[in-house]
């Protein structure tokens, strides 16, 4: 049974930081390229930022240099750091795995982050 379990929203003010984790189970952690991807209401949900199984990482324009992502592979755990945090930033911020071409992708149920001005 794979599960992906997302912690670390909440609330915060705009300027502030969060770090979101996301544990995985019942895959393969180190073959898996990993993801955050978010939705905000009434948009489609977006890639945020990806690292593969090498480790490279790429991130959507809108948060180069402020959002930071990493794996621990001893945890099976990725991390989203996410600082100074604008109010667009406030979105339901969901955790892939993604093991294609050996099995497929699976999401997490979603954390949520709300930033405030």
């Known amino acids: 049974q794979v599960q992906l379990v997302e912690s670390g929203g909440g609330l915060v003010q705009a300027g502030g930081s969060l770090r979101l984790s996301c544990v995985a189970s019942?895959?393969?952690?180190?073959?898996?390229?990993m993801a955050w991807y978010r939705q905000a209401p009434g948009k489609e949900r977006e890639l945020v930022a990806r690292i593969r199984r090498g480790g490279i990482t790429n991130y959507v324009d809108s948060v180069k240099g402020r959002f930071s992502i990493s794996r621990d592979s001893a945890r099976n755990t990725v991390y989203l750091q996410m600082n100074s945090l604008k109010t667009e930033d406030t979105a339901v911020y969901y955790c892939?795995?993604?093991?294609?071409?050996?099995?497929?992708?699976?999401w997490g149920q979603g954390t949520q982050v709300t930033v405030s001005s």
């Open positions: 019942g895959i393969i952690f180190s073959i898996a390229d």
């Open positions: 892939l795995a993604d093991l294609t071409p050996w099995g497929n992708t699976y």
